[in-house]
């Protein structure tokens, strides 16, 4: 592996949505990252891929980069032979609720008492602690509770869930790397590890900070859709163009703003004030009359590669094919399947993507000798049925 995080060694507890992520993106970075499968999915692979709701798991793209083990974690064995990975590893990610871990006899202090130096990165939706850390949830239960989700609408609408992306993986899994990353570092000069308590709803608060701050300055109203940057203004808002599609307008300074008009063939004199939101409906139906007589491409092509802040709203399935992403390589293809390429980039240490997803336990002897168990133990775990897989079994 190449990149910043060549050398170290994550041991992932497989599970579904930010941890996976989190572990993806160190992954990404070249750490050696070990996902942790339970048995029966090395052994029922129509149980993994119903779980993982892909036909195909070597194609679920947020997989990529690991190595698989796959372990009887309801064996004692199988919970030492865990420990005995612990004992030589970096980093351990779990994505379970609180206190599962510990049940299994894999706790915080358990992992640390065989390695004083491991980074122990807990992500869960709610905390470690609370009232409500014990409850199930989701990304978009983390962010209403976190003031979020009530930002994305238009003025009198009901709110609309971004995706998965606020909670789940921004303010989780891309927390979770950034707090595994920070206790590394100070690992490295202390010689001690930590618990890291990643929290969805306190990575989604953590996103808000912005809203936060201009709030209390007086310069945001805490009503959606008539902020200058939540759809409220003209000139930050989407609009539909003559073919049923839409450009992305981000007009929020005035020279932007300036050359946006001057290529609509618009005139400031001849247009509502752009600084009295009480004129803001009547200046963005000025603007959608415009947009909608070119073609969402026709607007790309005039006003893309200019200062004017606009851009076409593009499909998951055209993003990859722009020249813009195309030529800095945004995304990548492997074996058939296009996803995002690692990010963000080194001059020195460049990342590079790893391989394929495995199915889980593909790598269990590979791994079990690599990080220290002889080749005969290995056989003796696969002869007790506590290790298994493809590679194992």
């Known amino acids: ?25 160190l992954a990404d970075m070249g750490a050696d990252v070990v996902r942790v499968d339970r048995l029966s999915r090395a ?30 974690l309801k064996n004692p064995a199988g919970i030492e032979t865990l420990l005995t990975l612990v004992a030589t590893a970096d980093v351990l990610v779990e994505g379970f609720r609180p206190g599962v871990m510990e049940r299994l006899g ?48 238009r003025h009198g609408e009901r709110p609309v869930p971004p995706l998965s992306l606020v909670g789940d993986f921004g303010g989780g899994g891309m927390l979770l790397a950034f707090g595994v990353v920070c206790a590394l570092l100070e690992a490295r000069a202390s010689g001690h590890g930590q618990v890291v308590d990643a929290a969805m709803v306190d990575g989604t608060a953590l996103l808000t900070t912005l809203f936060h701050g201009m709030l209390a300055q007086g310069r945001w109203r805490d009503e959606p859709g008539t902020n200058f940057a939540d759809t409220g203004a003209p000139y930050y808002e989407v609009y539909e163009t003559a073919d049923g599609r839409y450009v992305a307008v981000g007009a929020l300074e005035g020279p932007f703003y300036n050359e946006l008009i001057n290529l609509l063939g618009l005139s400031a004199d001849e247009l509502p004030s ?14 959608a009359a415009v947009f909608r007589t070119r073609t969402r491409d026709e607007w790309a092509d005039l006003l893309l590669a200019t200062d004017s802040c606009v851009a076409p709203v593009l ?45 889980p336990g593909e790598q269990t002897s590979e791994v079990l000798t690599g990080w220290g168990f002889a080749p005969e133990e290995v056989a003796r775990l696969v002869d007790a049925g506590v290790v298994g897989g493809t590679a194992a079994g």
Not at 4 to 15: C, D, S
Not at 57 to 72: I, K
């Open 106 to 153: 894999l706790g915080p202090e358990v992992c640390l008492a065989r390695n004083p130096r491991l980074v122990y990165a807990r992500m869960t939706g709610w905390g470690q602690d609370g009232p409500l850390a014990h409850t199930a949830g989701h990304d978009i239960t983390y962010i209403a509770l976190a003031g979020a989700l009530n930002n994305f609408r």
């Open 43 to 72: 052994t029922t692979g129509g149980d993994y891929e119903k779980s993982r709701q892909a036909a195909d798991p070597r194609r679920y793209a947020m997989d990529r980069g690991r190595r698989s083990v796959a372990l009887d």
């Open 1 to 25: 592996m190449t990149g910043p995080l060549a050398g170290v060694r994550v041991l992932e507890m497989a599970g579904l949505g930010p941890a996976p992520f989190g572990a993806m993106l």
């Open 315 to 359: 499909s998951f399935t055209e993003a990859p094919q722009h020249p813009h992403l195309a030529e800095r390589g945004t995304f990548i293809e492997r074996d058939g399947v296009v996803q995002p390429a690692p990010a963000p980039r080194f001059s020195r240490t460049p990342a590079e993507l790893g391989a394929v997803p495995p199915l």
């Open 274 to 287: 752009r600084d009295d939101p009480t004129q803001w409906p009547a200046l963005k139906e000025r603007f």
